[in-house]
């Protein structure tokens, strides 16, 4: 059986078209936005201010489209892994609190095509581009929804390789009309895909991430293949173009591997790229993840790096990990439940 379009993801021009071919009150369109995006109604029968003609109406031609998670895992930390249904596939969403914060890690695609050497949903392969419907509701169905405070799109795939739809998300994420988030309180994490990197800066407020991890080229390349096409130092020459003054945040993000990417001349060089730029080193652990010939640095290495490029003037600071006794790394939930 064919599957009914889905009006999660629309916007209020597009609900309108939808409630005129359907030959709808006009009012019924907004009523239809409030419903999804502010009340976050999974299905008509609760739209109660519509009327039951419109509601059977609307159910025989259309689905809502939020759906809650398949599974969840839960750290002793009070991490939570969840595991979203996306047409055949399942993508992970991880929701991070912490004191006063809580973080949601999002994902915009079924594996990705850019490969990194160390990370597991690199290894599925690409499978597909995540809907608008799809992504948001990885927010929207999260059963913390009233908790959160910030958006991270870090979870499975390149964002910007998923540009349109991405865009389309931040869209509901911050407009009036919809959930009207601060652009401040979302990030978007790239290995740095030049082109689209341009379009977003000049078309969103949101902040920028760049996956950075080695500023040496051959390093990069053997960890990021993606490096060969868009060298990091093109990346940083990009965002350097970017007027950053205001509260939008620049950082980089950079796994620190044991015996690779933390000795005194990475520092020298990352003071050279990144010297004078308004921007955070976010410095994360590597754990290792199966199959993945990299291993863990020890926890005085990536210390000394910290206070070395700090002496260096560059704000780095130590990402605590989250969520180690389950499957955290990004792709390995997903990666066991293929077959589900
Ligand atoms: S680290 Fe990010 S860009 Fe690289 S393979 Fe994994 S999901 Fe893709």
Redesign the pocket.
């Known amino acids: 059986m064919e599957e009914k379009e889905t009006l999660l993801g629309k916007t209020p021009a597009e609900m309108q078209e939808v409630v005129e071919k359907l030959g709808l009150p006009k009012f019924t369109g907004k009523q239809l936005v409030d419903w999804i995006y502010n009340k976050r109604c999974a299905s008509f029968d609760e739209m109660t201010n519509l009327s039951k003609s419109a509601r059977a109406l609307l159910e025989e031609h259309y689905q809502v489209g939020l759906h809650g998670p398949l599974k969840v895992q839960v750290s002793a930390d009070g991490t939570k892994k969840y595991l979203f249904p996306a047409g055949q596939h399942f993508v992970e969403v991880a929701f991070i609190p912490d004191k006063e914060r809580a973080t949601l890690c999002v994902s915009t695609q079924v594996g990705?095509q850019?490969?990194?050497l160390f990370?597991a949903?690199?290894k599925q392969g690409f499978q597909k581009n995540l809907s608008v419907a799809e992504i948001i509701n990885q927010v929207l169905a999260l059963p913390e929804f009233d908790t959160l405070t910030n958006i991270v799109f870090m979870g499975?795939?390149?964002p910007l390789n998923n540009y349109d739809n991405l865009m389309r998300t931040l869209d509901i994420l911050t407009q009036d009309w919809a959930l009207a988030w601060s652009p401040t309180r979302i990030t978007v994490s790239t290995?740095g895909i030049i082109p689209n990197l341009k379009r977003f800066l000049e078309e969103s407020k949101c902040n920028l991430a760049i996956?950075m991890h080695s500023p040496f080229h051959d390093e990069r390349l053997k960890l990021?293949p993606i490096e060969k096409t868009y060298p990091i130092k093109e990346v940083i020459h990009t965002v350097k173009q970017h007027d950053w003054r205001g509260q939008r945040r620049l950082s980089f993000e950079y796994i620190v591997f044991k015996d690779l990417n933390h000795s005194k001349e990475h520092v020298k060089e990352m003071a050279r790229l990144l010297g004078g730029m308004r921007c955070r080193v976010n410095l994360i652990r590597y754990h290792a993840v199966p199959d993945i010939p990299l291993k863990s640095p020890d926890g005085i290495g990536i210390t000394l790096f910290r206070d070395a490029l700090n002496d260096k003037g560059i704000i780095a600071t130590i990402r605590a990990s989250r969520g180690q006794d389950i499957d955290a790394a990004?792709g390995l939930l997903s990666t066991k439940n293929k077959q589900v």
């Open positions: 990705c850019m490969d990194c990370c949903t690199g499975m795939g390149e290995c996956s990021m990004c």
